[in-house]
């Protein structure tokens, strides 16, 4: 799913990634990020199983890190905003 929002949104997209097992995520975040889409994560000491969100990390496509109430937060208030999260 994040790699087709990659191809259709690039620098418009973005994803979430959020507490889970694997890694299968990270190398669609990859493409997402060097397509100039954010990708942010939920911390790993807040995830009950953290393999997703810190394979991610560890590849170096986060933009934003935090618990999920924050996660929530920045979002509803960029988007109430209108604003773009900055670009690394």
């Known amino acids: 799913m994040i ?5 259709i949104y690039r620098e418009r997209g973005g994803a979430i990634v959020f ?7 990270a190398n669609s975040c ?3 990020h060097h397509r100039g889409g954010q990708v942010w994560v939920q911390t790993a000491d807040s995830c009950a199983i953290d393999s997703m969100p810190v394979s991610v990390a560890k590849k170096g496509f986060v933009h934003f890190s935090a618990a999920p109430a924050e996660l929530a937060r920045q979002f509803v208030k960029l988007h109430k905003q209108g604003v773009r999260p900055p670009q690394p």
């Open 3 to 7: 790699a087709k929002v990659a191809r």
């Open 19 to 25: 507490t889970g097992m694997g890694d299968d995520g």
């Open 30 to 32: 990859n493409m997402l």
